[in-house]
């Protein structure tokens, strides 16, 4: 029905195959025996350090010859008779609070830490998400912003020690809970969290090198962590696969050594207890909230039932909860989670407990996750935790504080103060320009591919094909579209852009053909992999089904992932004096604002948009949706900002208020010293 599109876009990058960037072949580096048909759990384990580059393999010689020439007179242990941590020998038991350094802009790590230290903590606990330091397939990050051997070695140096939650999957409402969703480039339907070779074997590899990293930070070898997590709340998911948690125990035990406590996470009932720690060898803990915090007797019963000795752990003492666009704020009472934290402590010598979060952070860039394909977390992770998104100590902070340094009987010391936060004005915004000005160039492919499998796993996917159909009103409809789909057929400069609707998910609308634009571009926008339960199975996201216009499905398609901070204004002469040749989903506007020294922290509010995307100096801060709410303002730290003049930047998804193309007053961002919500 359509004919090819390889000639539409010329003018700088030449259309590709598939098969010319390696799709076809995209999974021939992963075609070996390794894992598959072992005799033992070991012997596959082993395998992949046997395989590994001579630098890898250097590295883990060179931390085991240290482990065995180098040693610690600093032990942590479970003593099972008594139902205690040992530390040292003697018995003890901890506070935590959940920070996630990859939620916190790096020059805050030590601020944050601080606050957490300053509360009477005796630990922090965090988790690592694969994704965010292994973005591409054996591209690994563990530098700036990712650096997380540096805020380990930094919560030591401040007097804290570290529970380390390694994943591979974390949850943490962070896009595919911590999963790099390359791993459904090639298989769409791999079984995730389970002892399918195809996916253990990109597990074990990154355990590899995440490992031989953690090792030396390690208690026992004089560094901060005292416990390590495997998996997250693994009984929550439906596979139940024994065989995939004892592969992690055994790779992580012969990299790790045999001292260092292996644990997991499970909900405090039975059934998820049998599932996510079939291993009988991972040490269980459990989460639960405030309203359980006051029966702890009732509510760590699953858990002594399933594991009768041993100490007590409410690894996720929920402070507050998250946040979903379009639902209310949670707000959870300081003085019942003061309560509850205080009915812990007073259960048993055993018993210690982490605060999930103690501070949460921002969801900065595409990181945010959902909870279902409808369910998308909002930008701020600010979790109603005791200290704020923005690193402010709150009533619930001081509460808490007071109770701990009460139990321990300890004089607390200065209360730290916040660091202060700037009142920058309101900044005009101007039409810049267009998500379709810039689409040459693009993949070619007889059917439309799904995002990841063209090596895009956040943002923006552009599908074009062309419209070969009689004049008139014609019927398209879409068999899934992941997550939104704007539909725009344009001319072939795309000089005029018509807007038709957006879909989601299947569903269909009524566009008008015409000879004046005969190329239909679907953009389409991933919101969030869903990170949590079976739906994180098979979520794929952009073009995952048909096309069909009037019942004839289109085919010959070019996609090009887009990125709006690089694309470039238009010719003066393809847009009109009122600026609307370019229609409001996909528009790009931009303003200009200035910054004395020292640049501070502030928060963005815009007026005259409605759900989009927010840059500052080429940084995503994050999604706005503020008519939705719960969440108005953007947290945007000082770490974006530079003395003098700064570039802020909106992508809009859905409308723009009419009167912005007239007064660009009325399209503006204002940035304010306090943050602002719905609710």
């Avoid at 969440?631 to 003098?644: A, D, E, F, K, W």
Wanted: net charge negative; aromatic share 12%; glycine share 8%.
């Amino acid at each position: 029905m359509s004919k090819s599109t390889s000639g539409m876009f010329t003018r700088e990058n030449e259309v590709k195959s598939a098969k010319d960037i390696g799709i076809e072949d995209e999974t021939k580096g992963f075609q070996d025996e390794y894992i598959r048909n072992s005799v033992t759990v070991y012997a596959t384990l082993v395998r992949p350090l046997l395989l590994a580059s001579a630098v890898t393999a250097l590295l883990f010689l060179l931390l085991c010859w240290n482990s065995f020439f180098v040693t610690s007179s600093h032990t942590f242990s479970i003593d099972q008779e008594n139902g205690v941590f040992l530390k040292d020998g003697e018995p003890f038991r901890y506070i935590s609070g959940s920070l996630h350094y990859f939620r916190i802009p790096r020059i805050y790590w030590e601020d944050r830490l601080l606050k957490a230290k300053s509360a009477g903590l005796d630990a922090i606990q965090i988790y690592i998400p694969w994704n965010f330091h292994e973005p591409k397939p054996g591209d690994y990050l563990f530098d700036n912003e990712r650096d997380v051997v540096e805020f380990i070695n930094l919560a030591q140096r401040i007097g804290l020690l570290v529970l380390v939650r390694a994943g591979p999957y974390i949850c943490a409402e962070w896009d595919f809970g911590g999963l790099p969703p390359w791993l459904l480039s090639s298989n769409p339907k791999l079984e995730l969290r389970s002892s399918d070779p195809e996916y253990l074997k990109p597990v074990i590899r990154w355990f590899g090198q995440l490992l031989p990293k953690l090792k030396p930070l390690i208690y026992q070898n004089g560094g901060p962590i005292i416990m390590i997590q495997l998996e997250n709340e693994y009984g929550s998911y439906f596979t139940c696969d024994q065989e995939y948690l004892s592969a992690l125990y055994e790779y992580a035990r012969f990299i790790l050594g045999d001292e260092i406590i292996l644990y997991t996470t499970d909900g405090n009932n039975i059934i998820e207890l049998k599932c996510g720690s079939s291993d009988r060898r991972l040490f269980a803990t459990v989460d639960f909230g405030v309203d359980e915090a006051k029966h702890p007797n009732d509510s760590f019963k699953a858990l002594q039932q399933f594991q009768p000795h041993g100490p007590l752990v409410n690894s996720e003492y929920y402070s507050g909860w998250l946040d979903h666009w379009g639902e209310k704020r949670h707000v959870v009472d300081a003085n019942a989670v003061a309560e509850g934290a205080l009915n812990l402590w007073n259960m048993s010598q055993g018993v210690s407990f982490n605060i999930y979060m103690f501070h949460g952070g921002t969801n900065f860039g595409l990181w945010n996750g959902a909870n279902s394909p409808t369910e998308f977390i909002i930008t701020s992770y600010d979790y109603d935790a005791p200290i704020s998104e923005a690193g402010d100590i709150t009533a619930k902070y001081l509460i808490l504080r007071d109770l701990f340094y009460r139990l321990k009987q300890q004089v607390p010391p200065p209360i730290p103060v916040n660091i202060s936060k700037a009142h920058y004005g309101v900044i005009g915004l101007n039409f810049f320009s267009h998500l379709l000005y810039d689409l040459q160039g693009g993949v070619a492919s007889f059917k439309p591919l799904y995002m990841e499998a063209l090596e895009q796993y956040q943002g923006l996917m552009a599908y074009t094909a062309i419209l070969e159909h009689d004049e008139g009103k014609a019927n398209l409809t879409f068999e899934g579209v992941k997550d939104t789909g704007l539909i725009f057929t344009t001319d072939f400069r795309a000089g005029s852009i018509i807007f038709h609707g957006s879909v989601s998910g299947c569903g269909s609308l009524n566009i008008t053909v015409d000879k004046e634009h005969p190329f239909l571009i679907i953009v389409t926008e991933c919101r969030g992999h869903v990170n949590f339960g079976p739906l994180m199975f098979g979520d794929i996201k952009g073009i995952v089904g048909r096309v069909l216009l009037d019942g004839e499905e289109l085919l010959n398609w070019v996609m090009k992932a887009l990125d709006f901070r690089t694309v470039n204004p238009p010719d003066p002469i393809r847009i009109n004096t009122e600026g609307t040749a370019f229609p409001a989903p996909g528009a790009i506007y931009k303003g200009v604002f200035h910054v004395p020294f020292p640049p501070m922290d502030t928060f963005a509010v815009v007026t005259g948009f409605t759900r989009g995307v927010l840059a500052v100096n080429g940084h995503i801060v994050g999604r706005f949706y503020p008519s939705a709410g719960p969440q108005v303002s953007l947290y945007v730290p000082s770490s974006m900002l530079i003395c003098g003049e700064n570039v802020v930047s909106i992508l809009e998804f859905e409308k723009i208020q009419s009167t912005c193309l007239k007064n660009a007053s009325f399209c503006s961002v204002t940035f304010r010293d306090s943050p602002v919500w719905l609710n």
